[in-house]
């Protein structure tokens, strides 16, 4: 079994930073890419950042500039840093990473979200 556990959520003033972190233990041989998703209430998942394991990364247009991405393959850690929040960037963030499994087999995983919620 793999697990993703993510934190670092919470409440920030507009202009803010918080930093997610996402953290991948278990039964793993190799992490491919990493990636960050939000969604707001109402609306559908979208994706927010990733990185593959070549640390090559993408980001939403919403977003460049002002999450950068990261990842430590020591620890199998993905970073989010969040700067300059506005109040559009609250939402259930979750991480996702695509692990091949000490038996061989790929899947896709997911965290379980954290909360982030920007308002003065």
């Known amino acids: 079994q793999v697990q993703l556990v993510e934190s670092g959520g919470g409440l920030v003033q507009p202009g803010g930073s918080l930093r997610l972190s996402c953290a991948a233990s278990?039964?793993?041989?190799?992490?491919?890419?990493m990636g960050w998703y939000r969604q707001a209430l109402g609306k559908q998942r979208e994706s927010v950042a990733g990185?593959?394991?070549?640390?090559?990364?993408n980001y939403a247009d919403s977003v460049k500039g002002r999450f950068p991405i990261s990842r430590d393959n020591a620890k199998n850690t993905v970073y989010l840093q969040m700067n300059s929040l506005k109040p559009e960037d609250t939402a259930v963030y979750y991480c996702a990473a695509g692990v091949t499994t000490n038996w061989g087999t790929s899947y896709n995983y997911w965290g379980q979200g954290t909360q982030v919620t920007v308002s003065s």
């Open positions: 278990g039964s793993i041989r190799s992490i491919n890419a």
């Open positions: 990185i593959t394991s070549g640390e090559s990364t």
